[in-house]
């Protein structure tokens, strides 16, 4: 499983980036794609997740009402739209795939691709 995240950048507070994260598997279908984010000098934590055919979606209570999760089967692709943003949300973004089963906890997730930064600031 390949995973490649993509998408950030800097932006100013109170203003939106959409991340997306391509992935490839022998059989795309089972897997369970999430966001996590990890800040400077803070623990790795679980943003958003969402299943095959956008059955499932979870999201955090600290993004909730702000960032949306989506998938495109049809091109392997899942995004994370991120709007509001505010500075506490800078933290460098990676997506992960879990065959079946997965929610907002790390160690649910076997395969992960290489993040991308997101900076808010002034």
């Known amino acids: 499983v390949q995973l490649q995240a993509s998408g950030g950048g800097w932006v100013q507070p109170g203003n939106s980036l959409r991340l997306s994260c391509v992935f490839s598997?022998?059989?795309?279908?089972?897997?369970?794609i999430g966001w996590f984010r990890q800040a400077p000098g803070k623990e790795r934590e679980g943003v958003s997740c969402?299943?095959?055919?956008?059955?499932?979606?979870n999201i955090a209570d600290s993004v909730k009402g702000r960032f949306t999760i989506s998938r495109d089967d049809t091109k392997n692709t899942v995004f994370l739209q991120m709007d509001n943003l505010a500075p506490e949300d800078t933290a460098v973004y990676y997506c992960?795939?879990?065959?079946?089963?997965?929610?907002?906890?790390?160690?649910?997730?076997?395969?992960w691709g290489r993040g991308t930064l997101v900076t808010v600031s002034s």
């Open positions: 969402i299943e095959f055919g956008e059955r499932t979606r």
């Open positions: 992960a795939g879990a065959l079946y089963m997965g929610g907002l906890d790390p160690e649910d997730y076997e395969y």
């Open positions: 598997a022998d059989s795309t279908i089972d897997y369970v």
